[in-house]
């Protein structure tokens, strides 16, 4: 199965949402991986005053969110239009995060960085998933992109994500990290590690544990064949990452 993928002319980005809209001030619900009435009563302003970007041609934008919808919703779409039209230039927004830049360098993809919104002459962008849970098609994409990137083969095979840094950890954190450490597994802290690093810990991982948070996002770089993973959460959270 694959993405719809879509040339839209006279493309208005958004880069404070990320949002898409076309050359009447409409929304393209297929940019966005929520629904269009949420997207409207979230954020109903639209850009105003957007800057034309004077190089004619195709566009690809690669948006930024928090690294979970980023990874599995943006990059895997990103790079689904990339195919269609590898020549279009890439835009990114202004200080974007080191993931969304180290993604590129793997790519050896240049980009642009636009300004807070700017319209182009022709926009090539791919559909999004809906409601913030992966799909296989963006899955695959991602596991393709990492299989072509030939990463070491060596790294720790039991490891323990810990969410020490960043908070939602359990609240007996040094319990759990002793008791990981004390059966072999190798304790890691994911933020701040260039994005390559951390495909190469899920990638080389047989068994993975960690606590409910987006750093298991990483679980698409993982081989559902060979990876066990255990997940500590809380009642009521999302099952995406055994999904995943």
């Excluded at 880069?15 to 009435?37: F, H, K």
Aim: with cysteine; charged share 25%; glycine share 6%.
């Amino acid at each position: 199965s694959k993405s719809a993928i879509y040339r839209l002319p006279e493309a208005l980005i958004d880069g404070a949402t990320s949002y898409i809209y076309d050359q009447d001030n409409r929304l393209i619900g297929d940019a966005i991986s929520y629904a269009v009435s949420t997207a409207l009563i979230d954020r109903p302003a639209k850009p105003l005053r957007p800057k034309r970007l004077v190089d004619e041609g195709d566009f690809l934008y690669l948006g930024v969110q928090g690294y979970y919808h980023w990874l599995l919703e943006d990059f895997p779409a990103y790079l689904q239009a990339r195919l269609v039209a590898p020549n279009a230039t890439t835009l990114i927004r202004q200080r974007s995060p080191r993931f969304v830049t180290d993604a590129l360098e793997l790519l050896d993809q240049p980009f642009v960085y636009m300004p807070i919104s700017a319209r182009v002459s022709s926009l090539v962008f791919a559909s999004k998933g809906i409601l913030a849970l992966p799909n296989s098609v963006d899955v695959e994409t991602l596991r393709a992109f990492c299989d072509d990137l030939n990463l070491s083969p060596i790294g720790a095979r039991k490891v323990y994500i810990s969410r020490r840094d960043s908070g939602r950890m359990p609240i007996n954190e040094d319990d759990v990290e002793a008791l990981m450490s004390a059966r072999g597994y190798r304790v890691v802290q994911l933020t701040g590690l260039p994005l390559g690093e951390q495909m190469t810990i899920f990638r080389n991982a047989h068994r993975i544990v960690g606590t409910h948070g987006a750093g298991l996002a990483n679980l698409a770089w993982s081989l559902p064949e060979l990876t066990k993973f255990l997940e500590i959460r809380r009642e009521g959270q999302l099952l995406c990452f055994e999904w995943l």
